[in-house]
Every structure is written in structure tokens, then in C-alpha cells.
């Protein structure tokens, strides 16, 4: 029974498409359209403001990383705890993460208020600089919490 549902649902997908992709957008409430088809409008505005958003996000990551060490200023270095020991290992490794999620929001908040001063830059040369955020901040496996033969 589900599985004949499912034949309807997209026999009606189907009908409804016009085999072409389309993105989505609102309405433009002057002229009641979307803008003119094929045509690309980007605004200086809204790529200044994420660039601020961003800019903000690695404040408050600063403030978060403050707070973070504050915390783990209270355990001393050598309290001959084991807990203690391992919650050091796993501080240390978070420590670095959070640096380096602060240092990629605060490249990628330059360059997303660069794109919106300099519009006339091509979509290669934006990609370019966002694969090289990539590049310097990839991902990290996780480390900290493992036993290490303890």
C-alpha cells in the first residue's frame, strides 16, 4: 500500500516539473516577480552585515575561550589526579580548536566584507579564497578522551 503512494506522489512530482532546476526566492513586492530571470543581484549590504554576524561569532568565541581558561585555571597544573590530568588533555585539544575556529571566523569575516566592497570580483577568485580557508583550517580528528593505554 505505501509503496503505491509513493508511485503517485512522484507521477505527480513529475508532472509538476518542467525539467529545468530552479532556485527559489521571493517575490519582488513592486512588481510582483522575482526579478529578472537569468540575472544574478547581489547586495553590498547583506554581505557587509554576514561579514559583521561572523566578525561578532569570533568575539564571542574569544569571550568563550576566557572562560574556558578561567575554568581550567582553578584545577592547578599537577593536582596528582588522574580526572584532573585527562580533563587537561581534553582542555588543551579544545583550546586549539576553538583558536582555530576564532582565526577562521576572523578571515572569513574579511573576506565576506571584501566580496560585498569588491562585487566585481569572479565567482572563481571568491572560491579560491574560501578553499584556502579550507585549506589552513581543515578539521581536525578528535583527540583528548582516548585511554592511551591507561
Known amino acids: 500500500m505505501a509503496w503505491d503512494e ?6 505527480a512530482a513529475a508532472e509538476r516539473s518542467t525539467g529545468r532546476m530552479q532556485i527559489d526566492h521571493l517575490a519582488d513586492p513592486v512588481g510582483g516577480g522575482g526579478g529578472v530571470p537569468g540575472k544574478l543581484r547581489s547586495d553590498k549590504g547583506a ?12 568575539d564571542n568565541i574569544g569571550k568563550a575561550l576566557a572562560k574556558l581558561e578561567d575554568g581550567q ?7 596528582g589526579c588522574l580526572t584532573a590530568a585527562a580533563q587537561q588533555e581534553v582542555h588543551t585539544s579544545w583550546e586549539r580548536y576553538v583558536r582555530n575556529v576564532s582565526g577562521r571566523c576572523e578571515k572569513l569575516s ?12 569572479t565567482d572563481e577568485a571568491i572560491s579560491a579564497e574560501i578553499a584556502k580557508l579550507k585549506t ?11 585511554s592511551k593505554g591507561r
Not at 136 to 146: F, H, I, L, S
Open 110 to 121: 574579511g573576506l565576506l566584507e571584501k566580496v560585498g566592497n569588491d562585487q566585481l570580483r
Open 73 to 79: 585555571k582553578s584545577l592547578g597544573k599537577d593536582s
Open 47 to 58: 554581505w557587509s552585515k554576514t561579514g559583521a554576524d561572523v566578525g561578532d561569532l569570533r
Open 136 to 146: 589552513e583550517y581543515k578539521d581536525t580528528p578528535a583527540v583528548g578522551g582516548q
Open 6 to 11: 509513493w508511485e503517485q506522489l512522484k507521477a
